[in-house]
């Protein structure tokens, strides 16, 4: 178990449709990494959070946005979703902005019918 | 942007054999180098990490270099185990200022008994 912690662990949606993924990062982590995982394919950096702040996006769509609140949990929001979109989502957490280590979390398994 | 390949994308060992698993990478800006061990149906897992100013690091039976002139880095597991099988990715963080990342593809590590 690595601490960090994402809700919820599977969705089935349909497309056109709009869902709020969760993640809390280890207690005491700043940072908060996206990463999205298609079937068979490496990880996508999405965007990264750091202490409130965004600081660093990937190739994030203009449909998904994030935020990451006071108490350091996150929340991705993913809208209009497509079929493409199906997806193995990760969040990670780590210390500081860089060079530290990341941990992450078991992940939210996205469906889009 | 950055661009990592990672080679090869299968790979199959005898048990106590070694196994090589190389990323080369586009940006010369990039200054962050980890290595993931993924398991089926589990989270990414950081198995070791080499930052720019480094040219090898060694844990136990697990060893990364870089050239940084070349602009590659390889994984080296020695005396592999089946335990050791699982899909493992390469990643270059670039930006100094934040955690922007681009994964390999992966290598499916196949240790034989």
């Known amino acids: 178990d690595s601490g960090v912690t994402q809700t919820p662990k599977h969705l089935i949606t349909a497309t056109g449709q709009r869902v709020t993924l969760r993640c809390s990062p280890r207690s005491g982590d700043l940072s908060v990494y996206w990463y999205q995982q298609s079937l068979d394919q490496g990880l996508q950096f999405l965007i990264q959070y750091y202490n409130g702040e965004e600081r660093a996006k990937g190739n994030i769509l203009e449909r998904f946005s994030a935020q990451q609140f006071p108490d350091l949990h996150s929340e991705l929001n993913l809208s209009s979703l497509e079929l493409g979109d199906s997806a193995l989502y990760f969040c990670?957490?780590?210390?500081?902005?860089?060079?530290?280590?990341?941990?992450f979390g078991p992940g939210t398994r996205l469906t889009v019918l | 942007g950055e661009n990592v390949e990672q080679h090869p994308s299968t790979l199959s060992v005898q048990e106590g054999d070694s196994a090589v698993i190389k990323c080369t990478y586009s940006d010369s800006a990039s200054n962050y180098f980890p290595w993931y061990k993924q398991e089926l149906g589990k989270r990414p897992q950081l198995i070791i990490d080499?930052?720019?100013?480094?040219g090898e690091k060694k844990d136990q039976r697990i060893a990364v270099t870089l050239n940084k002139t070349a602009k590659h880095f390889s994984l080296h597991i020695t005396e592999t185990q089946p335990e050791d099988s699982a899909v493992y990715f390469c990643a270059a963080f670039y930006n100094t200022n934040a955690g922007k990342s681009t994964f390999g593809d992966g290598t499916t590590l196949t240790v034989k008994p």
């Open positions: 990670a957490s780590s210390a500081g902005q860089l060079y530290n280590e990341q941990f």
């Open positions: 080499i930052r720019s100013n480094v």
